[in-house]
């Protein structure tokens, strides 16, 4: 869960309460929280995320879907987990035979309305308890499920290197659970994208380089293992790339069909490097 216990899913495989909790995640701006990761004294200080009251924030994104129609709420869902797992392979002694069924991984689409600086992600959760008693931390809703709770408090996750978005941008969120045997760990990374006229990207100067938007997100890089070679592309994902990766789109016919909208395609303009690449510099 973000804003909670971030080992719970492996230990709480048995009868369990809370029964089910879901995990949100928004990118925000907050100078003060950006500089006082960087103030730390090595780089981990800025790949470990933290337990904080996010007072001095600023959301950057909005409910609007964005010009290629697939960005999601302001405030977005990750995964879920529930307990017991039902589909969990286990053991005679009925323990699960890995943490593999703990593994998670999002990628969010965002629109960001107004220029502003991404400094990381606020990551918030909410809880079944039992039947329909609830908790939540989720900045829309807590109000409603758990009004004048202070017991628990969100996550940020940081970038080590602020990220500027242009007013009407799209950013493209990916965070990954992870685990081995010995740990659990969060890896994370962000990717910016403009909207620009289609006749610009026919250009030579963008020919090979730009793809027209679809209307299915890209779900090519989601997996469950960020760190290992997914494309021909650097794994730790450091290198600038101008190339927007769009899928086709399965018509009702069945047909695959490339899509344009309104004229306007993506531009990719910038990405972070990936965050806490293998759980180098935090884990539990």
């Given at each position: 869960?973000?804003?909670?216990?971030?080992?719970?899913?492996?230990?709480?495989?048995?009868?369990?309460?809370?029964?089910?909790?879901?995990?949100?995640?928004?990118?925000?701006?907050?100078?003060?929280?950006?500089?006082?990761?960087?103030?730390?004294?090595?780089?981990?200080?800025?790949?470990?995320?933290?337990?904080?009251?996010?007072?001095?924030?600023?959301?950057?994104?909005?409910?609007?879907?964005?010009?290629?129609?697939?960005?999601?709420?302001?405030?977005?869902?990750?995964?879920?987990?529930?307990?017991?797992?039902?589909?969990?392979?286990?053991?005679?002694?009925?323990?699960?035979?890995?943490?593999?069924?703990?593994?998670?991984?999002?990628?969010?689409?965002?629109?960001?309305?107004?220029?502003?600086?991404?400094?990381?992600?606020?990551?918030?959760?909410?809880?079944?308890?039992?039947?329909?008693?609830?908790?939540?931390?989720?900045?829309?809703?807590?109000?409603?499920?758990?009004?004048?709770?202070?017991?628990?408090?969100?996550?940020?996750?940081?970038?080590?290197?602020?990220?500027?978005?242009?007013?009407?941008?799209?950013?493209?969120?990916?965070l990954w659970r992870l685990t081995d045997t010995r740990k659990?760990?969060?890896?994370?990374?962000?990717?910016?994208?403009?909207?620009?006229?289609?006749?610009?990207?026919?250009?030579p100067i963008w020919k090979d380089t730009l793809s027209?938007?679809?209307?299915?997100?890209?779900?090519?890089?989601?997996?469950?293992?960020?760190?290992?070679?997914?494309?021909?592309?650097?794994?730790?994902?450091?290198?600038?790339?101008?190339?927007?990766?769009?899928?086709?789109?399965?018509?009702?016919?069945?047909?695959?069909?490339?899509?344009?909208?309104?004229?306007?395609?993506?531009?990719?303009?910038?990405?972070?490097?990936?965050?806490?690449?293998?759980?180098?510099?935090?884990?539990?």
């Amino acid at each position: 869960m973000l804003g909670w216990r971030l080992i719970v899913p492996n230990v709480a495989d048995g009868i369990s309460i809370p029964s089910s909790y879901t995990a949100y995640i928004a990118p925000v701006s907050s100078s003060k929280l950006y500089n006082e990761t960087r103030a730390g004294k090595d780089a981990k200080s800025s790949e470990t995320p933290y337990v904080v009251m996010l007072h001095a924030i600023n959301i950057l994104s909005d409910n609007g879907t964005g010009i290629s129609g697939t960005c999601g709420p302001r405030i977005q869902e990750c995964w879920e987990f529930e307990h017991p797992r039902k589909d969990a392979a286990l053991t005679e002694q009925g323990l699960p035979l890995t943490n593999s069924h703990n593994v998670r991984s999002a990628k969010l689409t965002f629109h960001i309305p107004h220029a502003g600086v991404l400094h990381g992600f606020g990551g918030y959760f909410e809880a079944v308890l039992y039947g329909n008693v609830g908790i939540s931390i989720h900045p829309e809703r807590m109000a409603l499920i758990s009004k004048d709770m202070l017991s628990w408090f969100p996550l940020f996750f940081p970038l080590k290197d602020s990220l500027y978005l242009p007013a009407d941008a799209e950013l493209t969120v990916s965070l990954w659970r992870l685990t081995d045997t010995r740990k659990v760990w969060y890896e994370w990374f962000a990717e910016a994208f403009l909207p620009v006229p289609s006749s610009s990207v026919s250009s030579p100067i963008w020919k090979d380089t730009l793809s027209p938007m679809s209307a299915s997100p890209d779900t090519t890089f989601l997996s469950a293992f960020p760190t290992t070679p997914i494309q021909a592309t650097s794994p730790s994902l450091d290198i600038p790339q101008l190339t927007l990766q769009v899928p086709t789109r399965r018509t009702s016919s069945g047909m695959m069909e490339d899509r344009e909208k309104d004229g306007v395609s993506l531009v990719k303009i910038s990405q972070t490097a990936l965050q806490n690449a293998g759980g180098k510099s935090s884990w539990m």
